[in-house]
């Protein structure tokens, strides 16, 4: 007898997937990042973007130390500052070990300078392997000093870009467009004062975006679609500015308690970089989910090869052993038929 087989029905969430578009695109990202590993790449990414601003530091240290060597007035402005603030032994003790710092600028200049190279070639290849991951590219195998040239361009193309990011961002706030005004001879309104905050705003989502969208289309180590990832950094940019005005929220009430101004920048920036990592990844994985996934789009790849190996099997008959019971099943069966004939005569 046929049973009828009833099929399942489908769950809420495939029959909303099904209604809208933009939830399924959602789900069909959210499930390419799981299936990437798009957690485990963004802790890595937070590692090493906390390890990389070390050397960042050093070089930035060894700048001010040059700027100041060159600068003695604002050197002795310093020191009246630090002697004013601290007294007894202590302030001393600070304007010595400025100045020793200050002397040793130029070692402590360089090693930073090859700590970071060092450390940005690493975050730069690692930010590369995790975008590439989320795209489903596969390594292709290139050489070494390959791979590591093609980090340092795509380092340094990053660290432009995100010096062009800063500097526009700089521009938006309202220090420099008042200082703007003021150059071109505008006297100041109180309209201004929204529109400038306005405009900032509006500033700082254009150059993350520029950001975002060099990161998703550029650093991928195969091309892909630049419309694509321009939506998809756009959508970026969006989230991390919503991100950035909590993230202000969070520093103006922790930094209140002496805890929260000493653990509070540290863990601030741990997070930060945490959870751009997370907009990044996600934002490329929702790039290359644009379209429902084509089974024939997936790359199989080929079979092992084949080995071919004859055998040679040599027939070399029956045994002496197989050949004695073939005899004796022989004989017993002829005494057997010579017996039956005979009781029918």
Request: charged fraction near 15%; glycine fraction near 8%.
């Given at each position: 007898m046929n049973e009828a087989v009833e099929q399942a029905e489908p769950g809420l969430l495939d029959r909303l997937r099904a209604r809208h578009a933009w939830l399924d695109h959602v789900v069909r990202a959210y499930q390419r990042?799981?299936?990437?590993?798009?957690?485990?790449?963004?802790?890595?990414?937070?590692?090493?973007?906390?390890?990389?601003?070390?050397?960042?530091?050093?070089?930035?240290?060894?700048?001010?130390?040059?700027?100041?060597?060159?600068?003695?007035?604002?050197?002795?402005?310093?020191?009246?500052?630090?002697?004013?603030?601290?007294?007894?032994?202590?302030?001393?003790?600070?304007?010595?070990?400025?100045?020793?710092?200050?002397?040793?600028r130029t070692s402590i200049g360089i090693i930073g300078l090859a700590t970071a190279i060092w450390?940005?070639?690493?975050?730069?290849?690692?930010?590369?392997?995790?975008?590439?991951a989320m795209w489903a590219q596969t390594p292709n195998g290139e050489g070494y000093v390959r791979t590591k040239l093609s980090d340092l361009l795509a380092m340094l193309g990053t660290?432009?870009?995100?010096?062009?990011?800063?500097?526009?961002?700089?521009?938006?706030?309202?220090?420099?467009?008042?200082?703007?005004?003021?150059?071109?001879?505008?006297?100041?309104?109180?309209?201004?004062?929204?529109?400038?905050?306005?405009?900032?705003?509006?500033?700082?989502?254009?150059?993350?975006?520029?950001?975002?969208?060099w990161m998703i289309a550029r650093l991928p180590r195969e091309k892909v679609r630049l419309v694509t990832s321009m939506r998809a950094g756009l959508l970026a940019a969006v989230a991390f500015e919503l991100f950035k005005q909590v993230a202000s929220i969070y520093l103006r009430v922790v930094l209140r308690s002496p805890a929260g101004a000493t653990f509070g920048p540290v863990l601030g920036l741990m997070v930060f970089a945490n959870v751009t990592a997370y907009l990044v990844l996600f934002a490329t994985a929702w790039a290359a989910t644009t379209r429902p996934e084509d089974p024939r789009d997936k790359q199989i790849?080929?079979?092992?090869?084949?080995?071919?190996?004859?055998?040679?099997?040599?027939?070399?008959?029956?045994?002496?052993?197989?050949?004695?019971?073939a005899l004796a099943a022989g004989a017993v069966g002829a005494l057997t038929l010579s017996r039956f004939a005979r009781r029918r005569d």
């Open positions: 990042f799981n299936e990437q590993n798009g957690g485990f790449f963004a802790g890595g990414l937070t590692y090493y973007t906390i390890f990389a601003l070390f050397p960042l530091l050093m070089v930035g240290f060894a700048s001010v130390g040059y700027l100041l060597s060159r600068r003695p007035g604002w050197l002795k402005a310093i020191d009246d500052k630090i002697t004013a603030s601290v007294s007894g032994p202590m302030a001393k003790q600070l304007v010595e070990l400025m100045n020793s710092a200050i002397e040793a450390a940005g070639l690493g975050w730069i290849s690692h930010l590369r392997a995790a975008i590439s660290f432009a870009v995100t010096m062009l990011s800063l500097a526009l961002s700089a521009l938006g706030h309202t220090g420099p467009m008042r200082t703007v005004l003021r150059w071109l001879h505008i006297p100041e309104f109180s309209i201004f004062d929204p529109m400038f905050r306005v405009a900032s705003i509006l500033v700082s989502l254009l150059v993350t975006w520029l950001l975002f969208t790849e080929p079979p092992p090869p084949a080995v071919i190996s004859p055998r040679i099997l040599v027939d070399e008959g029956l045994s002496a052993r197989q050949t004695a019971v």
